[in-house]
């Protein structure tokens, strides 16, 4: 048995599940620098030297997943998009049982929204099968996270606040909404609400939204 051989693999193997932990953590903490970073921001951070950060820098970028801004910062590169977009139909899926029971509750049509490029986007969509009369919602649907209970839900979440978020006519004349952020789901901002022709009891549905949030943070985490 070729022993130094075998010692030979089992530290390159660790070298490169270091770098790999430390391309991951770039990536997380460029996630969360809304105004980028310098590579010595990056170093420090990451308690390395600027020179690793380079080469980690050179392949995350070779690959989409960082890019570097007219002023040299480091953000996140358009494969990052790329990967979520592939994630979305996961995400829809996971999202839509509890949709479904919040729709009928509510009598009110049942959105997922989640941040995309600084808007909310409508990813699930699930209308109520017994109403008249009720929102038509089109997935993928996009709209200023300032405007309308699903956006509003989501900048409470950002600030710590878990309770639901109720508007009316901000997104669209004599519709009303009510939406809870999605909290706990690692790397996730979202919400999740209803939206209909009639004013909707805060209470009431406010219970239901609140509850179809942790359904469904439970199931994407």
């Known amino acids: 048995m070729d022993t130094t ?46 020179a690793a950060v380079y080469r980690l820098v050179g392949a995350l970028t070779a690959h989409g997943m960082l890019r570097r801004d ?23 899926e996971g999202a839509l049982p509890a949709l479904r029971r919040l729709a009928e509750q509510a009598g009110a049509t049942a959105h997922l929204t989640v941040v995309e490029g600084g ?20 997935t993928g649907a996009r709209h200023p996270l300032e405007r309308g209970a699903a956006g509003r ?22 519709a009303y909404g009510v939406a809870a952020p999605v909290l706990g789901v690692p790397g996730l901002e979202a919400s999740v609400g209803v939206v209909a022709l009639a004013p909707l009891d805060a209470e009431v549905v406010g219970a239901q939204v609140l509850a179809a949030a942790t359904a469904i943070a439970t199931a994407l985490s």
């Not at 910062?73 to 995400?91: E, I, N, Y």
């Not at 808007?119 to 089109?138: D, I, K, Q, S």
């Open 70 to 92: 007219g002023e040299g910062r480091l953000r996140l590169g358009v494969g990052v998009l790329h990967l979520a977009r592939r994630a979305q139909p996961l995400l829809a």
């Open 119 to 138: 808007e909310g986007v409508a990813l699930a969509v699930v209308e109520p099968t017994w109403t008249a009369f009720h929102v038509a919602y089109r």
């Open 5 to 50: 051989a075998r010692g030979g693999e089992t530290a390159r193997g660790g070298e490169t599940a270091q770098t790999l932990d430390r391309g991951l953590r770039l990536l997380h903490l460029v996630a969360d620098a809304p105004g980028g970073l310098t590579v010595t921001e990056a170093a420090n951070r990451l308690g390395i030297g600027r």
């Open 153 to 174: 839900a989501i900048l409470a979440g950002r600030a710590g606040a878990a309770g639901p978020v109720s508007t009316a006519g901000e997104l669209q004349s004599g």
